[in-house]
């Protein structure tokens, strides 16, 4: 079972960056698939970009050219760096970790608690 603790959320104005990251604990970091998602204040919770063992990266078509995703596999770390930010940004961003195995299984695999971003006007 992984652990996963977000951080780096913040308060921003819009054209500003942060950069979240995600620490893992608990399992085989390089063997994960890692992804972010967010959730606004009466939205459902959407993909926002994924980073598979291999490096393939994907992301939401509304951040596309703006995020990034990496990873750090000696730190056990995914970032999202998050950049030209628009109000509609503001959301809490959750990280998740799924084995291939979770992905075989539909499992939801392992989540973070979240941490809030808001940007301001």
């Known amino acids: 079972q992984v652990q996963l603790v977000e951080s780096g959320g913040g308060l921003v104005q819009p054209g500003g960056s942060l950069r979240l990251s995600c620490a893992a604990s608990?399992?085989?970091?390089?063997?994960?698939?890692m992804t972010w998602h967010r959730q606004a204040p009466g939205k459902e919770r959407e993909l926002v970009a994924l980073?598979?063992?291999?490096?393939?990266?994907n992301y939401a078509d509304s951040v596309k050219g703006r995020f990034i995703i990496s990873r750090d596999i000696v730190q056990n770390t995914v970032y999202l760096q998050m950049n030209s930010l628009k109000p509609e940004d503001t959301a809490v961003y959750y990280c998740?970790?799924?084995?291939?195995?979770?992905?075989?299984?539909?499992?939801?695999?392992?989540w973070g608690r979240g941490t809030q971003v808001t940007v301001s006007s």
């Open positions: 998740r970790a799924q084995t291939y195995d979770d992905y075989r299984h539909s499992r939801e695999g392992s």
């Open positions: 608990g399992s085989m970091f390089s063997l994960l698939i």
């Open positions: 980073i598979n063992s291999g490096g393939r990266t």
